[in-house]
């Protein structure tokens, strides 16, 4: 392969963003090097026995229009089912419309005496604290109180981080966790009202056909074929002299290089000691992603659902998809088949026994009530994403802090979910987005009022546009 000006390591939805744009703008003097033979990375599906998988659950919902367009160009204006974001939570066994601290009226009324004192005295001290929480923790028992924070918060988040909160920062998370409004939860205790997130208002979309994949694989197809470099994965980089290696042996030089691999393995590639010391700092989790395919019927009570969190500790699984509510392609007979899609998080503080992971699960899900017996299930499809969740750990900032800067000294930019480890900017919408804005940069393209890279930039400016 013949040096760019533009090279782009990884085919997700980081690099294809960035790709597209540069392509839009006019340039081909550019190569996108995935490792894999597919484009999509996290956001790809599998096909397997006629059921379709995501790596996860994936929601799709948007900050920007440019992307609301990129999705609709590549699977079309048909392309696409648009669901409301029914979600629940199972605990006590009862069902609990989420926003949890919403509805807390569902709980037995201990409990919810207890979470709505604990809500009340957290809201009276708001604007009292001398300084910010020091960590997700403390943030959340500030935010809702001792009874909500004990009872799900941090079950739940424990689950889902598989961190201690306390391990955490408390800056990450601008718009993604809803703040209790008092009187609102005090009327619908007092109402024994349902107050829930979704609504025509609150909407995802969906591919009809061929999973989250196919939106990414729509979009790489519609990019020219001597730009895209699949089975082409980097070991090298050299940083001084503007040069990656590929396994193989070839080396590609760049002026502009995007990296959307996990910086910590980029910063291995690149040899350079203190970039590898400062990675250390770098936390994340894996994801287990357990697809269970069922015969029959899906049981009256799951129907209008699209995700279900688990918080209690007894259940391996913290967050169920109902995936074939998603759309009847994702299984191979929607007249006799549903299907669900399972995950659970490990790291070393949250150990998970691999060897017995499916039993666990499946003995879960039949336990818990949510597959209706054991002999339903005729197919299960499990996939490991070795990193799945970027931990906004305490660490995470300073390592970024020396990594970010010093790679882009070198003409590097290390964008996208791995790429920047941020996980406030980490959904398909903004890692799409974040490729994007790295090429306008630079072509010198850059929005008078925006700035530069505002979804690196300005993240919080960013997700608040998503609120208005
Ligand atoms: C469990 C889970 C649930 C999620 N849920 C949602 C959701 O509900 N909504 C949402 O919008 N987003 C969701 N996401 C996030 C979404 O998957 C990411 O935003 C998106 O995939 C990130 O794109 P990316 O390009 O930054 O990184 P990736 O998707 O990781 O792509 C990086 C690419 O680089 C390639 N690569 C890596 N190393 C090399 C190398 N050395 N050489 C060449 N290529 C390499 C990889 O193969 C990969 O294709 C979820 C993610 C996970 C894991």
Redesign the pocket.
């Known amino acids: 392969m013949s040096d760019v000006e533009f090279l782009i ?8 963003g960035a790709a597209r744009r540069l392509v839009q703008a006019g340039t081909t003097d550019l190569r996108v ?4 033979q597919v ?6 599906s599998a096909y397997v026995n006629g059921w379709t998988w995501d ?7 948007s900050h920007y229009g440019e992307f609301d367009r990129a999705m609709m160009e590549a699977l079309g204006e048909d392309g696409w089912y648009h669901h409301e974001r029914a979600s629940w939570v199972w605990m006590q066994q009862r069902w609990v419309p989420y926003p949890f601290q919403n509805n807390i009226h569902r709980l037995d009324p201990a409990d919810c005496a207890r979470c709505l004192d604990g809500l009340r005295e957290a809201s009276a001290k708001q604007g009292s604290y001398d300084l910010p929480p020091a960590d997700f923790d403390q943030w959340a028992q500030r935010t809702f109180g001792a009874g909500i924070h004990e009872l799900f918060f941090v079950p739940y988040n424990e689950k889902v981080w598989a961190y201690p909160l306390a391990s955490m920062n408390a800056h990450w998370i601008g718009d993604r966790v809803a703040v209790p409004d008092v009187a609102r939860v005090e009327r619908n205790v007092a109402e024994r009202r349902d107050d829930v997130a979704w609504g025509p208002n609150s909407t995802f979309r969906y591919p009809k056909r061929g999973g989250t994949g196919a939106a990414w694989k729509g979009l790489a197809d519609l990019l020219p074929d001597a730009i895209t470099a699949p089975g ?4 090298a980089v050299d940083l001084p002299g503007h040069r990656v290696r590929l396994q193989g042996g070839e080396s590609i030089g760049y002026k502009q290089l995007l990296s ?3 910086l910590d ?1 980029l910063a291995r ?1 690149t040899g350079d000691a203190a970039l590898i010391g400062h990675a250390e700092g770098l936390v994340s989790s894996s ?1 287990h ?1 357990i697809g269970l395919g069922l015969k029959g019927q899906m049981p009256e009570v799951l129907q209008g659902m699209a995700w279900i969190y688990y918080p209690e500790p007894d259940l391996p699984f913290h967050r169920v998809t109902l995936y074939s509510n998603y759309s009847p392609a994702n299984v191979p007979d929607a007249s006799r088949h549903w299907s669900i899609m399972l ?1 659970v998080s490990q790291s070393p503080w949250r150990v998970v026994d691999e060897e017995r992971l499916i039993e666990d699960v499946l003995e879960g899900a039949v336990r818990c009530g949510l597959v209706p017996a054991r002999d339903d299930v005729i197919e299960v499809w499990h996939k490991k ?1 070795v ?3 970027p931990t906004p750990s305490l660490t995470r900032d300073a390592a970024l802090a020396a990594l970010i800067p010093a790679l882009e000294a070198h003409d590097v930019a290390s ?5 920047m480890w941020r996980y406030e900017i ?7 987005m ?2 994007s804005e790295w090429a306008d940069r630079v072509l010198g393209r850059v929005d008078q009022e925006a700035g530069p890279e505002p979804t690196v930039n300005r993240s919080n400016w960013v997700n608040a546009r998503h609120r208005e």
Do not use: K, W
């Not at 964008?415 to 790429?419: A, K, L, T």
């Not at 980490?426 to 799409?432: A, K």
């Open positions: 390591i990884g085919g997700g939805p980081c690099g294809l090097l995935e490792r894999s484009f999509g990375g996290l956001a790809g790596y996860g659950c994936h929601v799709q919902h082409s994965t980097v070991v959307t691999m996990p393995l590639a994801t992603v995950e994403l990193r799945g969740y964008r996208g979910r791995f790429g980490s959904n398909q919408d903004h890692t799409f974040q490729g």
